[in-house]
């Protein structure tokens, strides 16, 4: 049997990951406890909100559980799954997982009557680059480093972005039917390692 890949279900959307990844017929796990990542050969990081997120990792134990996971498998975060990952958040002094070099500013773009469905291009899936891109209380990634790769844009901005083992989103790709992100980083992330 294949090793599943868990989702992050300590608060906000995890759900949603669940039914993607359930959609491409990939076997998941709901985590909320360190020993969980055991099974997991891969793992996604939800939206949220980023401080409470910080907040309960540290206190269940998977804070220094996922810098480890990570170590040697695939993590992907979207929107405070994104902003929980990087290495500076530059509104806010808050102590990140750090595995991505990227800087971010939280809800860059307002509060949540801001809230925005809009084109993303993703030139990775060639046949067809657009994206639906649903930003709530979205962050938006200011500076990456030289070993992070660009792979979304809205507009002129990068929503998306990887290094070798970790996946951000600005965006929410799980509130959409289209499964493509999720795919990518099950088959490009996740069974490469």
Not at 157 to 186: C, G, K, W
Request: proline share 4%.
């Amino acid at each position: 049997m294949v090793n599943p890949v868990g989702v992050l279900a300590l608060q906000g959307d995890f759900a949603k990951h669940l039914e993607s990844l359930k959609r491409l017929r990939v076997p998941v796990k709901a985590v909320r406890w360190p020993d969980e990542l055991n099974i997991c050969r891969g793992l996604i990081l939800p939206g949220g909100e980023s401080t409470t997120f910080v907040n309960l990792l540290k206190k269940s134990g998977l804070y220094e559980a996922i810098i480890a996971f990570s170590i040697d498998r695939a993590v992907m975060g979207t929107c405070a799954g994104c902003i929980t990952l990087s290495t500076a958040v530059l509104n806010e002094s808050m102590k990140t997982l750090g595995l991505i070099d990227c800087k971010v500013e939280r809800n860059a773009y307002g509060r949540q009557i801001d809230s925005f469905f809009d084109t993303v291009h993703i030139p990775i899936f060639q046949e067809n680059p657009n994206f639906e891109g649903v930003f709530i209380r979205a962050p938006k990634i200011h500076t990456f480093g030289n070993h992070v790769e660009a792979l979304g844009f809205h507009n002129s901005e990068v929503v998306m972005a990887r290094n070798q083992r970790i996946l951000v989103s600005t965006f929410h790709p799980e509130l959409t039917r289209d499964t493509r992100v999720h795919r990518y980083f099950v088959e490009t992330m996740v069974d490469k390692q």
